[in-house]
């Protein structure tokens, strides 16, 4: 299967612990997008990568919340400290990078994980 | 502050019907426009693409696009049991963000 995958599927932490979620784009794919997802509502943007570089983290809160996309391996979204108001699903989406089209990027999504904070 | 707006729903047809399920944007430089659908506990499955004003269509999903009135749609026909789900509206501007909307939740009646 060369679609986006991510890993846990589910994880539980209590409140103070990390939490630490992965993802793989899909083959071929450079470009890395983490959207989170709280219950009952639209996705919201946090970050966006591209290998070892970070192009837009936006939408990252300010505190606790890091991402990296390094040269080899996954992306990882790290939640340090987790608060019960992280429990979310968290996805993980990718594109090419190819477009010869500013603008015109297909995202795919991956599964998503669902982190719940106790 | 880009913003991408929806009905939130539920929107309920019978089956067999056309579904309509509209976005509308305040970003006048967007450039790319998706619908994806989200099954409840699933992730969102990309639909549909459009870039250019007018029609687009694919099966039975039909996209269409107003960049004057800041306008995109998306119309389902012969609309199934199936196509039940969340419906998001992406917008894509000169950058690779998207911008979601909410949502609209699609109830398709047996």
């Known amino acids: 299967n060369a679609g986006v995958m991510q890993n846990p599927r589910h994880l539980v932490r209590r409140r103070g612990q990390e939490a630490r979620l992965r993802c793989s784009p899909m083959k071929g794919h450079s470009h890395v997008y983490w959207y989170r997802q709280l219950p009952e509502e639209g996705l919201k943007f946090m970050v966006y990568l591209q290998k070892e570089n970070i192009i837009d983290e936006s939408g990252m809160p300010k505190e606790r919340f890091s991402a990296e996309f390094p040269k080899e391996g996954p992306s990882i979204l790290r939640i340090q400290q987790v608060v019960r108001g992280d429990s979310a699903a968290y996805f993980c989406?990718?594109?090419?990078?190819?477009?010869?089209?500013?603008?015109?990027?297909?995202?795919?999504f991956g599964p998503g994980t669902r982190l719940l904070v106790l | 502050q880009k913003e991408v707006e929806q009905n939130s729903g539920p929107l309920s047809v019978p089956e067999g019907a056309i579904a309509s399920l509209n976005c509308t944007y305040s970003?006048?430089?967007?450039?790319?426009f998706f619908w994806y659908r989200q099954y409840s506990g699933k992730s969102p499955e990309l639909i549909m693409s459009?870039?250019?004003?007018g029609d687009k269509e694919d099966g039975r999903f039909t996209a269409q696009l107003n960049k004057a009135s800041q306008y995109v749609s998306l119309l389902i026909r012969d609309s199934q049991p199936s196509d039940s789900a969340t419906y998001l509206c992406?917008?894509?501007?000169?950058?690779?963000?998207?911008?979601f909307g909410p949502g609209t939740r699609l109830s398709v009646l047996p």
């Open positions: 992406a917008v894509n501007g000169y950058g690779q963000n998207f911008v």
């Open positions: 989406a990718s594109s090419s990078g190819t477009s010869g089209t500013a603008g015109q990027e297909t995202q795919y």
């Open positions: 970003d006048r430089v967007s450039q790319s």
């Open positions: 459009i870039y250019s004003n």
